[in-house]
């Protein structure tokens, strides 16, 4: 049974939806819930039973949500009565441990972002440092976040890195010059305003670049005041969510990641796949550095660094297009070790471990 708050948007809800769907297909029993449902979601497998805790989100307290939420968890544990039960994110991880306390139910709980973000400030720090170590397992995705929790619960972890869909690696990529595409949640967390900042500097030598950023958000408003302020309509461009990346991909010249702190982004790895050039912010926990590593064309930059960013997309769109398709065979060739054969297998081998 996989469990996590929703499944309408971003990278950790959708590879559990490509998870509960791969562990169907190996034969097994599986179930998908969330603490409520949205009008859209990612489209889960048929072959995967679909369960919601509320039709649609409640308003209520945080404390009174989260008792409410864990007493559901576990009443569905009870009826459906799992081997294991996978959880995702920070309050589905501490609801998933408590509402599994006395059933013979094992629980895998997974850091998806920066637990220094993530589990913040007291109520955060106990629910790292304490619940979390109650669980029988854990993933991580990067050796970062790992070493930020207590050796209790490192030593019955693992570090597994997300799987990129198949499609991603069979796309063949069309790039128009000086096309610039990021993907991701309009938020402070992915720091859009700065990629935004970067370009309008970026244009003046390179006036045929535009930028299309991909995802919805509280800030898009904000976001296209900044692009009308800084006279960049018809050169950057807000897309909107889309539930087709690879085709968003397909045409862009070079993928850009501007985000303040990460897990193991999605977005970024999905580029790769395609054999889109990359550029990143260093951000924690790791999760670009990780990706990057055994790439010669390592363009990480400094977090919340307009200047060295300018300089970074400036550089790569004067190589010349032979030196373009160099780089971006070399990105492919290191997202090969995401393909979900590999990273599926380690899922599957970890939860049989778990179970016994």
């Avoid at 599986?30 to 039973?49: G, I």
């Avoid at 490192?154 to 096309?179: L, T, W």
């Avoid at 990143?280 to 400094?302: H, I, Y």
Wanted: charged share 25%; hydrophobic share 35%.
């Amino acid at each position: 049974m996989f469990y996590i708050n929703t499944i309408n948007g971003g990278g950790a809800e959708r590879v559990m939806v490509n998870l509960a769907k791969c562990f169907s297909e190996n034969g097994y029993d599986t179930s998908l819930v969330t603490s409520f449902r949205n009008t859209w979601e990612y489209p889960v497998a048929e072959s995967v039973k679909r369960f919601s805790l509320e039709e649609q989100e409640i308003k209520q307290s945080r404390l009174k949500r989260n008792l409410t939420r864990i007493s559901k968890v576990r009443k569905l544990c009870k009826e459906e009565e799992p081997d294991v039960l996978v959880s995702f994110m920070e309050e589905p991880n501490f609801r998933a441990i408590l509402a599994t306390r006395g059933l013979p139910v094992k629980t895998l709980v997974s850091v998806r972002n920066d637990p220094n973000k993530e589990y913040a400030g007291k109520l955060g720090a106990f629910v790292g440092k304490v619940l979390l170590p109650m669980a029988d397992g854990c993933v991580f995705q990067t050796k970062e976040a790992q070493e930020w929790f207590p050796e209790r619960l490192q030593k019955k972890s693992k570090i597994i890195y997300n799987a990129v869909k198949e499609d991603f690696y069979h796309i063949e990529r069309k790039p128009n010059r000086g096309e610039i595409v990021t993907c991701g949640r309009l938020t402070e967390q992915k720091n859009h305003a700065m990629l935004i900042s970067a370009f309008a500097e970026v244009v003046k030598q390179h006036p045929y670049a535009t930028l299309k950023i991909y995802g919805e958000g509280t800030l898009r408003e904000t976001l296209q005041e900044q692009i009308n302020a800084a006279g960049l309509q018809g050169r950057a461009f807000l897309m909107g969510a889309t539930n087709d990346v690879g085709n968003a991909l397909q045409t862009a010249d070079l993928f850009v990641l501007s985000s303040d702190y990460e897990g193991m982004p999605n977005a970024l790895m999905e580029a790769m796949a395609v054999g889109v050039p990359c550029i990143s912010t260093d951000c924690p926990c790791g999760g670009p550095k990780d990706l990057f590593r055994e790439t010669l064309f390592n363009q990480l930059v400094p977090v919340k660094d307009t200047d060295t960013l300018k300089k970074a997309v400036q550089t790569f769109l004067d190589v010349s297009e032979h030196e373009k398709k160099q780089i971006g065979a070399e990105m492919k060739s290191r997202a090969m070790n995401f393909r979900p054969e590999i990273i599926n297998k380690k899922w599957l081998k970890y939860l049989e471990e778990i179970v016994g």
